[in-house]
Every structure is written in C-alpha cells, then in structure tokens.
C-alpha cells in the first residue's frame, strides 16, 4: 500500500466518524464473537500494513495453560523433570491464588499458533487476539533476526522429532542415562548457539533423514582426531598444533562434534538442545521491541476499534484498566521493582517513536533529523524489522522518554564504598543513559564470555576454557556446577580459567574426579584408539 | 487467514510424565518429607496428601551466568533526587537498587525459600508403603476406595425406562385421578340424586327443563371425568437405586505395645508402620473402624494415640497385663458379635519369663476366641526369648488367624499380614 492511499484510509477513518454497531455488549465470549472480532481486528491490521501468518487460535483451560507454560510454551516438547518442576510450581502457586496466569502464549510458528484461556472475558480475548495474533505474530514475521534464525513452519516438525528420537533413546538406553545428557546440555544451552554465523534453517524431514548417517560419519571423525595420538612423528613435530586452531564460543557444537567419548545418541541429542537454544535465541535479544511491538499494536488497533464504534465504552474502561497494568513500571525503589519491565519501555518508545514523527518538537528534530516529521508506520515498521533490543534503544530511546520514565545510570563497583550516579535525565547525561541502557539489552554483556581455549591433545585430553571478564564481574556459583556437567559430556578433565582485563588469570575451576570411573575411562580410550 | 480451534476437551494432563519425572528425582526428599510426615500424624489420618518442601537449592538448574561483584553499570527508572556526579551508600541487602545485576537480585531472593508442591493422597500412601514390600495387589486394595454396591432404596421421579416400577406407577395414577376427580364426581353424585328425586315425582309434576339440565351437567360431568388422563408423567415411578460402600460392619484395632526402656524411638517408628498397616486394611473392609492403643510395661493402660507412641517409660515388661486388659476392654465395650476384633502386637521380645506362658494361656482362652486375626511382630536384631517360643507353641493350634514374625527392617512387616490380605484378594475373587 502507497503512502497516498494509507493516509487515505486514515483520513476516512478519523473524518467521517462512521459509527457502527459494538459487536457485543456483555463479557462473556462465544466462538461466533471471537471470530468477529477476529475479522475486525484482521481488517484494521491489515489497514496498518501488519504482515502476518496465519492465525490458529486455540482456546485451552486454565490446565492446559500449565501445560503449555511447563514446556516454556511450546505445543510439544520432549519429556524432561525440570518441565515437571516448572508445572508443579505454577500449579502450586496458581492453586493458592499467588498467581495469575498469562493471559497468552504465542508460538513463533507458521501458522502462528496463541492460546486464549476460557476463563478470560471477551474484552481480554480480542485483547489477546490483537496482542498475540497481529501483534506478535507480525514481529515474528518481519523481525530480522526471527527471519535468520528461525523457521516457523519448521519448528513444530523439528519439535516431533525431538521429541520422538528422545523417546527412542530413552528406550534404548534408559531414562537415566538420557537425563544425565540432557541435564548437561540444559545447563549449556545459553551456549548453544551461533552468535555470528548464520544458521541452515532447520527442516524436520530433512532431519530425520540425516540423523542416521550423521551418527556414523560424526563417529568417524571424532575417531579420526583422536587416531592420530600414538603415531611418534607428530609428537616429534616441534611445531604445537593447537586444537581447537581458534577458540570456540559455541560450547555444545563444540562437544557436539569432539567430545571423544559422547556416543552417536548423545550427540544428537546435544544437537536437538542446540537447535533449540537458536530457535529462541532471537526471543532473548528482542523482548522490548517484540512486547513494545504487540503492546503498541493492541493499544491501537483496540482504540481503532473503538473510534469505529464496534466496541462499547465499557469494553475500553476493561481494556485500558489491563493495559494499565502491563505497562506499569515500578520505581527503582519500590519493593515491586525487579527491573525495567520490557512492557513499558517498548510500549513507550513504540509510542514515542509515533509522536516524533507525527508532532516532533525542536529536540526531537536535533536529536532524530530523519524521522522526524516522517511517515509514522513506514518508520516503525522499519525498525520492527531491522533492529533488536540494544541496537533498538540505542537508535530511538528520546530524551523525552527518558525524562518521563527518569532513567539514570549508576556505577556499582564493588571495590568502592559508594555507588557512583554517572548520569542522570538531563543534557549532560541523556546520551551516557542511553548507551549503558543499551549495553543492558546486549547479551553478550549479559552472559559472560566463556570459550573452548583448548585441548590437550597429546596429553591427558583435558579441556580448557577461558572466561573473559568484563569490568572484573566474576563467575556465579553454579559455575562448578555447570563445569561438572561439562565433564559428563567431555569425558576427561575439564578446565575454566577466569581472565582479568590484563589477560592474566584471576580464578580457576576445574572438574577432575578421575578415581570415581576410571577403569571406565580407561577402556573406552583404548577403544577408541583401536 | 485465523483457525479457531476449541482445545479445551484435549487432555490436560500434558505435563504428567514431566512431573512423574520430577518426582522420580527428587525422590529422596519426597522420601524423607512424607517419613516425617508419618511420624507426625495419626495413624487414622494416612489418607491426604502431603506438602512436600525440597530446598530451593537443590533444584536449581546451574547455568554460567555473572555473579556478584566486579564493575558495572546499570540504568534504572524513577529517579527522584539524584544528580550526575552524586555519591550514594550501597543499600544493604541488596534491596532495591544494589549491587547483583538484574534479575539476579529477586532470583536469590528466592533461593532461600523452599521448593514447595503437593503430592496426592495416592502418592503419599505409595510413599508409605514403599519399604513395606506390598505386593501390587495389595497395594492396589489399599488405594482403592471402598467397592460399591447398588441397592434398592425406594422409589424416585427419574430414572431410566428398564426401572420403571409399574405397580407404583399405575397406583401413583389411580390416585392422581381419584384426587383429580374428586370434586366433580361430588357434583355427580348429587345431580344424579337430583335427577332421580326429580324421575320418582309424579309424571305430571316432572319439571322437563330441569330434567334435561340435570342431563346435561351429568353429561358434562361425566366428560370431565373421562378427560382425567389415564396415566400422566407425573405418576411415573423408577425404581431407586443407590450406590452403597460394600462393608458396613464395624471393626476395632487393639494396638498392644511394649514401652519398656527398651523400646527405642525408632523401634515404636517401625511399630507404627505396623499398625498403619493394619488400620488402612480394615478401614478398606469395615464401615467404622476404631482403634484401642495399649501400652504396657509392668501394667498395662490404656492411652491415646499420642501417648501411645512418644511417652517415655521404663522399668520391666509383663505382657500378659496387656493381653488381661485387651480381654476386659472387649468384653465390656466390644460384643464379638456386632464387632470384627484385631489385634495387633509389638514388641521387643522382652518379657519377664515366668509371665510367658502365662501370655500363651491368656491369648489363647481368653483373647483368640474373639478375634478374627491376631499379629505379633518382634522388633529385634537378637535372639528370641520365651515370650516368642510361647507364642510359636501356640501358633499351630490359632491356624491362619495368628501371624508372628521377628523383623529388623520395615520391609519384613507385610509378610505378617500376608495371610489376612490373601484370604480378602481371594474372597474379592470369588
């Protein structure tokens, strides 16, 4: 659609007030209303350009909402405890009224697929409708990170697949020793995933018909690296090969492909956990702009409908009293605070960005030259598609917005008594402010950097990683922990180095309980030289 | 394009297998809550759940992430009174806006709290009778709610065609149409006795016109009357019939215990298993089950259940004064013939020796001929005693209704019982 022709339909909106009849008038919803509501919402969506996949609404009980958040969302997943933790906890809590369920859960898959709860009025239905299926839904679609990394009409096959060649290890090889493998994986998963390269999107068919070959070869190779230990004249070679020849920040391809002793089974499922952490890795880097993006757009296309007349004051009153709520943001010091609710500051600055293009003022001129005073839509839905949280504050974050919300940023080191405010809401600081903002959102500044340095291939085939501090911020204390499940899925001695700024080593763990399985260790060696 | 999809008759029960896995794991900490559970409630009081609490810690999923300290900036909203440049103490506990990054705050905020979920009244009693080495029948009569069965009671508006009970029904009409007609057929009566009076005049003194009035209101009378349907919906009657649990007998439970200062803490733990046992069992059988705790050293009393298990005693052991006790209670409050008397025994093995025989001659004269079955378990890792030989003298002349066995672990208790459940499976057979 043109610009001539969107302003067009906006126009005819906003003059001739063509009042129409409201849908309904009670609260109560009924399969014939969803879908009316769908058809407005679909029609004043389409009329914004929100480019979408199909909808498939599913309406499910307050149980099945459970499920569905036990299994971080997904239609079908792979059976695991800590899925039944995450269910027992929420049943827990749900049942003595500590807490309310999300009002959706929506699936980056085509067609995209949200649930409504029965339990939910018809206001909070379209509201989910609108939230989910056009909000979220177009972002899944249009974000570029989502269309790089993901493939939505692949993921429910893949999760099929998952799920049944799990259920097949499980019988073949016990559900212990399946969970000790997916254990160790969970606890890499946020180090599963391709930060740079780009991935072959996943396709289940295609997956199914490899993964038989792929545990032969993958064997093979492994094989072939380790083959080549006894033979003298490598060892005389005095030049050191390192392996692996750069370090590897993707720690589960990394295992995935060279952990010696990890049979075929065990790399596959590596491999399917994997897959996962990239399916969600876009979700991570995008939670302000996608809950901004869906907020924004069922804020409008709500108020759309009530400028049309197709829904009663009432309903608004309901709509607006929810709205309200998600978009609060607790000050800092209020015992509710737990940080910047993404709701509010994507909302916000979905919002702000609109004003600046329809009403900039002098400072937004300054500070925005080349949207201000353009296209509203064009601009949003351009930085819907190109941006991510960090790169998205940092681009569009306004000084007025930060004076609303008076953001300031302070410097908490911990070898100084006092907390230092670097910047505040005002001339001086709105850029400082924006950046460490920014900087927040940045995963690679959330998780710390932690890489496959190297092998000790001639050696006792230890593993060695390095951790790369930022600003001194050490290691948690799962960090042993996670070290041991490393060692599960190595099968020797496993080594992490924590790195000051200077480069020199400030921590070490290491995980080498060689006595406890030793004879074991030893023989699976020697086969593997055989 | 949108699908509106109804998902709400799918199954809900998705995550079942997750949580069984759960559970499975933590299977341990279940373990140890629902033992402690045990210990704490009554022995009539088996059959709820329970809340189980496993340290928060132990559940946790590690994963690498930043941990306190070191340098860092971060960006906070609603500032107040701040400006660029000031210099504010770091609050203590980390309460607001300190020191761990974000998120990390409120996640170890929690982490001093437990993990905290309930099990079902199922799982709880599986838990309970893990150690105990049930076979699965029993396991499952134990679970299971009482066997129903259906009785006639009485009659009911609704019902299906197959308990339609006729003769009610035709009488409930009769009667509908005798009440119904009642107050014409009072007209009737009269307009009749008015036509006759009228007929036996003399001809010529006959009114014609009041002659055929009074036809007619006969007439019409005598329509009102047939119109009163035959049979009505109203007047249908079913055969009632209701759902009754299949036992309705009462049973008591004597627990006999020895609570000498020999009797350890852990020992009565065991007892208890014991006696658990045999409660859930006849609660299964019996409509009202009553439980009579004795307890005896040199003389025996009669207590509750708290005293029962955790008063502390000592001194010596005659266990015949237990049995003497046993034998008045039943005689004074419990008629063999209304009542199905157990009796259950734990001991020690301790007894004074002289007194052995005398238990032997008083189990089997005054207390055996009441009781449907008697169980005597002796908790000892040592040899056996008199009161044991005693006892197994006795054992061939009881038959199936006397059971004894020495034990050292909660898994040997079910073979004491293993005759009293295998005679109910196969009775359930039959």
Same mark, same amino acid.
């Given at each position: 659609m043109s610009e001539e022709e969107f302003t067009n339909t906006q126009s005819k909106k906003e003059h001739k007030p063509n009042r129409k009849e409201p849908i309904s008038t009670g609260s109560e919803w009924t399969f014939e209303l969803l879908e009316k509501y769908d058809k407005e919402i679909a029609r004043i969506a389409k009329s914004y350009r929100l480019d979408t996949y199909p909808n498939q609404i599913e309406v499910i009980t307050a149980e099945q909402m459970m499920d569905a958040y036990a299994s971080v969302g997904m239609p079908i997943s792979y059976h695991h405890w800590s899925y039944g933790k995450h269910f027992l906890h929420t049943q827990t809590h749900y049942q003595r009224g500590q807490m309310g369920l999300a009002y959706e859960i929506v699936i980056n898959s085509d067609p995209c697929i949200a649930y409504l709860m029965e339990e939910n009025t018809m206001c909070m239905q379209a509201l989910v409708i609108a939230h989910a299926c056009y909000g979220h839904n177009s972002f899944f679609k249009g974000n570029y990170l989502f269309r790089t990394w993901t493939d939505a009409s692949a993921i429910i096959d893949y999760l099929v697949f998952a799920r049944k060649y799990i259920k097949s290890c499980e019988e073949r090889h016990g559900v212990d020793a399946v969970e000790e493998t997916l254990d160790a994986a969970h606890a890499l998963m946020n180090y599963g995933v391709d930060r740079y390269k780009r991935p072959r999107p996943i396709s289940a068919e295609e997956e199914k018909q490899r993964q038989e070959e792929r545990e032969d070869i993958l064997q093979q190779q492994v094989n072939d690296l380790w083959r080549t230990l006894p033979e003298k004249e490598k060892s005389s070679d005095k030049k050191q090969h390192r392996f692996p020849s750069e370090p590897q920040e993707n720690l589960l391809y990394f295992l995935e492909k060279n952990a010696p002793l990890l049979k075929p089974w065990q790399r596959e499922i590596l491999r399917i956990v994997r897959k996962l952490a990239q399916y969600f890795y876009p979700q991570r880097q995008t939670q302000v702009m996608n809950e901004g993006w869906a907020t924004f757009w069922h804020y409008t296309l709500l108020n759309t409908m009530h400028e049309e007349g197709l829904v009663t004051d009432g309903f608004m009153m309901e709509f607006l009293a929810s709205h309200t709520s998600v978009v609060y943001q607790p000050p800092f010091d209020s015992p509710h605070f737990s940080g910047i609710n993404p709701y509010t500051l994507g909302f916000n600055m979905m919002v702000d960005i609109r004003r600046i293009c329809e009403h900039p003022t002098d400072e937004d001129k300054e500070w925005f030259p080349d949207i201000a005073g353009s296209d509203w839509l064009d601009t949003l839905h351009f930085a819907m598609k190109n941006f991510k949280d960090e790169s998205f504050v940092l681009q569009y974050l306004s000084p007025k917005l930060m004076r609303d919300l008076k953001l300031f940023s302070i410097l908490d080191d911990d070898r100084k008594m006092h907390i230092h405010i670097e910047a505040i809401h005002d001339e001086m600081g709105y850029r400082k402010v924006r950046e460490n903002l920014a900087k927040q959102y940045d995963l690679s500044f959330r998780e710390p950097n932690i890489q496959v340095y190297s092998v000790d291939v001639e050696g006792d085939r230890s593993l060695t990683m390095h951790h790369y501090r930022q600003n001194n911020v050490p290691l948690n204390d799962d960090s042993s922990e996670v070290l041991k499940h490393l060692r599960t899925l190595w099968g020797f001695d496993v080594y992490l180095h924590s790195l000051g700024d200077d480069g020199k080593v400030i921590k070490s763990y290491s995980c080498a309980e060689r006595n406890h399985s030793g004879d074991q260790l030893e023989l699976d060696a020697n086969q593997l030289i055989i | 394009m949108s699908y509106i999809i109804d998902r709400r008759l799918n199954g809900k029960n998705k995550s079942m297998v997750n949580r069984q896995r759960f559970l499975r794991r933590y299977k341990s900490h279940i373990k140890k809550a629902v033992t402690d559970a045990v210990s704490k409630r009554s022995i009539t009081d088996m059959e709820r759940g329970e809340k189980i609490s496993i340290p928060t810690r132990d559940t946790q999923e590690p994963v690498f992430g930043h941990g306190q300290g070191g340098s860092r900036d971060r960006v906070l909203p609603g500032n107040k009174e701040f400006h660029a440049g000031d210099k504010v103490l770091r609050p203590k506990g980390g309460g607001g806006g300190g020191g761990a990054g974000e998120g990390q705050a409120s996640n170890q905020g929690e982490g001093d709290d437990d993990f905290s979920f309930f099990i079902s009244k199922d799982e709880f009693l599986d838990y309970v009778f893990?150690? *105990?080495? *049930?076979?699965n029948l029993v396991k499952k009569t134990l679970n299971e709610h009482d066997a129903m069965e259906y009785r006639r009671a009485g009659f009911t508006a609704t019902g299906t065609a197959n308990n339609l009970a006729i003769v009610r029904s035709m009488r409930s009409a009769q009667a509908r149409r005798i009440a119904l007609s009642a107050s014409s057929r009072k007209k009737l009566k009269l307009a009749m006795a008015d036509l006759e009076d009228e007929e036996a005049k003399d001809p010529d003194l006959q009114n014609p016109i009041k002659i055929t009035e009074l036809n007619e209101r006969i007439k019409k009378l005598e329509d009102k009357i047939k119109k009163i349907p035959f049979i009505d919906t109203f007047d249908i009657k079913y055969r009632n019939i209701v759902k009754e649990p299949v036992p309705s007998t009462k049973a008591v439970m004597f627990c006999v215990m020895d609570v000498s200062g020999s009797m350890t803490q852990q020992i009565k733990e065991m007892a208890k298993r014991f006696y658990i046992l045999l409660y859930l069992f006849l609660q299964r059988n019996y409509e009202k089950t009553e439980v009579v705790f004795i307890r005896h050293h040199t003389s025996a009393k009669e207590v509750d259940e708290q005293e029962f298990f955790y008063s502390r005693e000592t001194g010596g052991t005659i266990v015949s004064s237990a049995l003497q006790l046993m034998s008045e209670i039943i005689e004074e409050r419990y008629n063999p013939s209304e009542w199905n008397i157990y009796g259950a025994q734990a001991s020690d093995g301790d007894n004074w020796d002289d007194d052995s025989p005398q238990c032997a001659k008083l189990l089997h004269e005054k207390v055996m001929p009441f009781l449907q079955y008697f169980a005597y378990i002796e908790i000892t890792p040592n040899a056996h005693q008199a009161l044991w030989r005693a006892y197994e003298d006795l054992a061939p002349q009881l038959g199936e209704r006397f059971a004894m066995e020495q034990i050292t672990g909660a898994d040997e208790i079910y073979p004491v019982f293993r005759e009293l459940f295998s005679r109910k499976t196969m009775k359930q057979a039959v």
């Open positions: - | 893990e150690d *105990l080495a *049930l076979p």
